[in-house]
């Protein structure tokens, strides 16, 4: 009986400070209202032309698509697109390796898309070349997106472009790199065209109500990007725990200008780790532009004054950004794990930094392979005791005479079989955290 009740309250704490989050069942920020072709029955897509068939549908469909699709020489996917899931099952690829402009671009979704999410995909274009060509993906006039743990490569305009009637958009794990070289030379005038993401086509361009609103979360903008992270105007935008590290020399991560409708954009928990410029006024586009940083590493000066959007949603410590996101299994990009009838999770759900909320103690990762780090930099340990249960409740491990080594006490997990632990912190009489930990 003791054994149960322990469990239960074990079970109990694990719910209170679980930090990152890699695998989201559903959408937050501005495009939270895309459902896609909801609980539809999959099917799955291997070829072009079955991949075109289905998205053509005017019927909600669930999307799977297979290996590696190829898009025939000016043949890119340009349709109008609603009630559409498409998920790339692990390594799904769809390619365009055409560099011309009307034969560049992957997929389109022309002006009346709406209610659509795309996942695990990664988008492989044929590198950087300024013919006024086409992007990988364009959302042309699309409502409610949902574009989620992608990888854009190579984009012979862009990676991933916003504009026309498009709006309530998320984009959330997002990976977004230039792997070949870019091609100079193009009748469009740039030598350098790694121009990433772009939100509005003109000064003048804005979806109905005036302002494109798009939140990015958890996304990386990664080697070769050289601007455009994003280059926006007419919107407001939240940019949430990303991550910069373009390493490119004169790089510009936001270009932002206000064109006829002005534009906010919040920028949170975020980290600029290599990047030239943090941010370029595009006064060209005329208008205002409110700009604010909130608990940003490297960071620019704010200007103007800009709210926190008002709708509910997950984030974590900036500390943990870079980790979190270029985790190859499980941060950014196409790293999700998909099975034959489309369940999605990831490898790992719960890793990550957990914080223990009074103190700020981390523990990480969460799921592990032999072992477990708890971070006391910030507190006393000489009173602290870890002890270690199993899933029944049964203390495995409990350890009172702390030697931490740079403040980190680290626990051996190598002789424990796979599975669920718990853990629990005692720091005093007073203060103490339990959380799960599950060995693989």
């Known amino acids: ?15 209170k400070g679980l930090g990152q989050t890699f695998y989201m069942s559903s959408p937050e920020g501005f495009g939270s209202s895309a459902t896609g072709g909801g609980s539809t029955a999959a099917v799955t897509v291997s070829t072009y032309a079955d991949f075109k068939s289905y998205i053509r549908l005017a019927t909600p469909q669930v999307i799977l698509v297979s290996g590696t699709i190829t898009i025939p020489a000016g043949q890119s996917i340009s349709e109008v697109v609603t009630n559409k899931t498409i998920i790339g099952l692990p390594g799904a690829r769809l390619v365009n390796n055409t560099q011309t402009q009307s034969g560049s671009g992957i997929l389109n979704l022309k002006n009346g898309s709406n209610n659509v999410i795309i996942r695990n995909l990664i988008f492989e274009g044929p590198g950087a070349y300024d013919v006024d060509g086409r992007d990988n993906l364009t959302a042309d ?51 350098d065209h ?37 280059r926006a105007r007419n919107a407001e935008l939240h940019i949430l725990n990303c991550y910069y590290y373009p390493s490119v020399a004169g790089s510009v991560a936001l270009g932002l200008g206000g064109g006829t ?4 954009c919040y920028v949170e928990k975020s980290n600029f ?9 595009a006064g060209s586009d005329g208008g205002t532009v409110s700009l604010k940083f909130e608990d940003c590493l490297n ?45 999605i999770s990831s490898s790992c759900d719960a890793l990550g930094v957990v914080e223990m909320e009074s103190l700020g103690v981390k523990y990480y990762p969460t799921i ?19 002890s270690v249960f199993s899933l029944v409740g049964k203390e495995l491990y409990s350890n009172s005479n702390l030697q931490p080594s740079n403040g980190k006490v680290i626990i051996d997990f190598s002789d424990y079989a796979n599975g ?6 005692q720091v005093n009489t007073l203060i103490s955290d339990t959380f799960r930990v599950v060995k693989r």
Not at 143 to 170: A, M, P, R, Y
Not at 205 to 223: L, R
Not at 379 to 384: E, F, L, Q, V
């Open 1 to 15: 009986m003791k054994n149960s009740l322990l469990f239960i309250a074990l079970t109990f704490f694990i719910c």
């Open 141 to 191: 006039g699309c409502t409610n997106l949902w574009v989620d743990h992608c990888e854009f490569q190579d984009g012979v305009d862009g990676n991933f472009d916003i504009k026309n009637n498009s709006d309530n958009i998320t984009v959330s794990w997002c990976k977004f790199t230039y792997l070949k070289p870019s091609i100079p030379g193009g009748p469009g005038g740039s030598n």
């Open 194 to 230: 790694r121009f990433s993401n772009l939100i509005g086509s003109s000064s003048s361009n804005a979806p109905v109500d005036g302002h494109f609103s798009v939140t990015f979360q958890n996304c990386y903008w990664a080697e070769g990007c050289k601007a455009r992270m994003p």
């Open 261 to 264: 409708n002005n534009l906010t």
């Open 273 to 281: 780790g290599n990047v030239a410029n943090v941010y370029q006024n």
């Open 299 to 343: 960071g620019a000066s704010n200007i103007g004054t800009v709210n926190q959007p008002n709708y509910s949603y997950s984030s974590f410590p900036v500390a943990d950004v870079a980790t979190a996101i270029t985790n190859a299994d499980c941060g950014a990009g196409a790293t999700l794990q998909v099975s034959n009838v489309g369940v």
């Open 368 to 386: 592990i392979d032999d072992s477990l780090t708890i971070d006391f930099s910030t507190i006393d340990y000489s009173n602290a005791v870890i």
């Open 420 to 425: 669920i632990y718990f853990c629990r912190l």
